[in-house]
């Protein structure tokens, strides 16, 4: 079952259930809110886990007093999905002198891998070569491709690896160029925010926008609407993550493609917590498995999606 994290100082094992103690990262997008849902409906489902569930509010000194407070309650297991991807070892550190294992969860750290037992999530890297696969297979000229980059969370570890991931590809093809780049926090609101900034500077010379995000792209469609030009069309608008907000943007021809980045780890994370306790060795990354969807194929999926 689920309990928040402040109501119940009690520590393991009673009943005999694994209390878990869970930092979230925050609420700010689609793709979280999915990600929140699974985790607790999986806890809920599963009759051996308690599960305290605590959210950072996207700042990682919360995420820090949270891991902090289920140490203190001597916890089982805590879990984790780090806000930014350093400034975790010294907590890291505490975890292990208390003899409290660790499983990420969506996010990876800049830490010794002997803090933690496994992290549970996608490649970002590999989603950001998706994105701009499909935009040398779709947006194919010669001619200079003007890119604004909507960039996650600053520091998290998908928006450095979706940028290396993008990067990566582009750097061969000369006339692609991202001009301008910013951080839209993974936020609608900030995505359009961002977005009328570029729209304002560089408006008519803006070809593609690649965001880190389905939230970010849709708010950033709003933007490009109200400066009165046509997404999808005037200017071709990539993400990732495949949440349902995004399927409904393909489908309306304003977002032309997301790469999927899956937020259902509940049940993988429910295992990894199990085998962990009964000692069995887990891999160091479980990864998973993802698509790409765009405007050919989003209404045909569209009914199967679970986020
Ligand atoms: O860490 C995963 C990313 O965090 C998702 O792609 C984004 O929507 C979320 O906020």
């Known amino acids: 079952g689920n309990k928040s994290a402040s109501s119940d100082a009690s520590s393991g094992g009673k009943d005999g259930k ?5 930092s979230q990262v925050g609420a700010e997008s689609e793709w979280r809110t999915a990600n929140t849902k699974s ?6 489902a599963d009759s051996q886990i308690e599960l305290k569930f605590s959210d950072a509010q996207q700042k990682q000194e919360n995420q820090i007093k949270a891991i902090r407070s289920f140490i203190a309650q001597k916890v089982d297991v805590i879990a984790f999905s780090p806000v930014v991807q350093t400034g975790f070892d010294t907590v890291l550190q505490e975890a292990k002198a208390a003899n409290i294992p660790v499983i990420l969860t969506d996010r990876a750290v800049d830490a010794d891998p002997s803090l933690y037992k496994t992290m ?15 935009m040398l297979d779709n947006v194919k000229t010669d001619k200079p491709v003007n890119i604004v980059e909507l960039q996650g969370t600053v520091g998290s570890a998908p928006a450095i690896d ?3 991931g993008f990067e990566e590809v582009i750097k061969d093809h000369a006339n ?20 009328e900034a570029f729209l304002k500077s560089d408006g008519k010379n803006i070809n593609v926008v690649y965001a880190h995000n389905d939230d970010m792209a849709i708010g950033a469609i709003q933007a490009i609407e109200e ?9 071709t608008i990539i993400s990732i993550d495949g949440v349902k907000g995004a399927f409904e943007a393909m489908m309306d021809g304003k977002l032309n493609a997301s790469i999927e980045c899956n937020p259902l780890l509940g049940e993988q994370l429910m295992q990894a917590i199990k085998d962990v306790k009964a000692g069995k060795e887990v891999p160091k990354w479980i990864k998973t498995e993802e698509g790409i969807f ?13 986020y």
Do not use: H
């Open 120 to 134: 549970i999530g996608s490649d970002f890297v590999e989603e950001g070569r998706k994105a701009a696969k499909w």
């Open 162 to 164: 979706r940028k290396a």
């Open 39 to 44: 985790i607790k409906d999986s806890a809920e």
């Open 18 to 22: 694994i209390i878990v103690g869970f």
């Open 227 to 235: 400066y009165g030009l046509k997404p999808g069309k005037d200017i």
């Open 176 to 195: 692609y160029k991202i001009i301008k780049s910013q951080t839209g926090d993974f936020t609608r609101a900030k995505g359009k925010e961002v977005m």
């Open 294 to 306: 765009d405007t050919t194929n989003a209404a045909k999926e569209f009914p199967n999606r679970k």
